[in-house]
C-alpha cells in the first residue's frame, strides 16, 4: 500500500495528511446520487460536532447512543481520506446502502465533488471564526497522528503567521470561506450556510434550519433537547476517547477562546485580513471579528 501521509499541491491548494492525489481527484470527479447530502468544512470548524447533528437529524437519535469516530465512518465517508485499510472516502461511499447518504469533505470548491454544482446536490456548508479556528488548528497539527509529521512552528506566533498565509493543510480559511460562502448566496437552494456561533447559540434554530433545508419530518422541540444533549462536548469526547487513536477529534468546543491565547497584535492581522476579504460592509463579518 502506498504511504498514507502525504504533502503535495493539487490546483493550488495545500494538502496534508491521509490523502493521496488520487483520493483528491477521486473527491472531485466523485459520481453520487441525487439524494446524497453533502457536508463541506475548512478543518476545526465543528465537523464532528455537526455530523453528530446530521446523523441525529437524518438517521436517529438512537444512533447517538455510542457513535465514536470510527463507526462515524460508513454513516458519514470523509470523500478525500486514504484510510488505513487502503480505501479512500470515495469507495467507502460507493459501498454504502444507505438512503441518504452523508458525505463530508474539506475541499475548496474547485477540488469539491462537482457535481454539487452541475447537479445540484445538497450542501452544507460551516463556517467558524478564524481566529478560534486557528488555535484549534494549532493543536490539531500537534495531536493528530496524520498531521503530526508536518507540524514544523516554533510556537503559536510562527503557526498563526503561516495561517495567515495559507500555509497550511486545505490552504487559506480566507480564501476558503469567501469561496464558499459566495456559492451559498448565488444558490441557496442546494447550498445551506450554518456558522459554529450559531449552532452553540441558536442551536434549536439551526436544527430547524437543517430539517428545513433537508426537506425531512419536522423535529419536535423535545427531540432537538435531546439532540442537544447526546451531541454536547462533553457526550461526543465520551464515545470518541473510547478509542485512543481518536481523542484528538473533539476538542474545547468554545467559542472565543482564543482570546486567552492570541499573542499581542494578532487579533488586528486576522481582522485586517478578514475585512480586506469580505469588504466592511458584509454582514458575514461580525461573525469572524
Given amino acids: 500500500m502506498a504511504e498514507r501521509l502525504n504533502s503535495f499541491s493539487l490546483e493550488g491548494v495545500k494538502i496534508e495528511g491521509a490523502y493521496s492525489v488520487e483520493s483528491c481527484l477521486a473527491t472531485k470527479n466523485f459520481q453520487g446520487r441525487e439524494s446524497d447530502i453533502h457536508l463541506t468544512s475548512y478543518p476545526r470548524t465543528g465537523t464532528a460536532w455537526t455530523q453528530n447533528i446530521l446523523v441525529g437529524i437524518v438517521y436517529g437519535l438512537d444512533l447517538l447512543e455510542d457513535l465514536d469516530s470510527p463507526k462515524m465512518r460508513p454513516l458519514f465517508p470523509y470523500l478525500e481520506m486514504d484510510y488505513v485499510d487502503g480505501l479512500s472516502g470515495s469507495e467507502v461511499a460507493n459501498q454504502s446502502t444507505r438512503n441518504p447518504r452523508m458525505l463530508k469533505n474539506h475541499m475548496p470548491p474547485n477540488l469539491a465533488p462537482q457535481e454539487i454544482f452541475s447537479l445540484g446536490r445538497k450542501n452544507i456548508v460551516i463556517a467558524r471564526n478564524p481566529k478560534d479556528t486557528a488555535l484549534s488548528y494549532f493543536k490539531f497539527y500537534q495531536t493528530n497522528p496524520n498531521l503530526m509529521k508536518f507540524y514544523t512552528s516554533n510556537g503559536l506566533e510562527d503557526f498563526l503567521d503561516k495561517f495567515l498565509e495559507g500555509d497550511v493543510a486545505y490552504g487559506s480559511w480566507w480564501i476558503w470561506t469567501k469561496s464558499w460562502i459566495d456559492k451559498c448566496r448565488a444558490h441557496p437552494e442546494n447550498h445551506l450556510?450554518?456558522?459554529?456561533?450559531?449552532?452553540?447559540?441558536?442551536?434549536?434554530?439551526?436544527?430547524?434550519?437543517?430539517?428545513?433545508?433537508?426537506?425531512?419530518?419536522?423535529?419536535?422541540?423535545?427531540?432537538?433537547a435531546v439532540l442537544r444533549t447526546k451531541t454536547s462536548v462533553e457526550n461526543m469526547k465520551s464515545r470518541y476517547e473510547q478509542d485512543p487513536k481518536q481523542r484528538f477529534i473533539i476538542n474545547k468546543g468554545e467559542m472565543h477562546g482564543w482570546r486567552r491565547s492570541f499573542p499581542e497584535g494578532y487579533s488586528d492581522k486576522f481582522d485586517k485580513l478578514t475585512i480586506e476579504t469580505f469588504g466592511k460592509a458584509d454582514s458575514v463579518i461580525e461573525k469572524f471579528i
Wanted: glycine letters at 0%; aromatic letters at 10%; charged letters at 20%.
Fill in 193 to 224: 450556510l450554518i456558522h459554529y456561533e450559531d449552532i452553540h447559540q441558536n442551536f434549536l434554530a439551526t436544527v430547524q434550519k437543517l430539517v428545513q433545508f433537508l426537506d425531512i419530518s419536522p423535529m419536535s422541540d423535545e427531540s432537538i
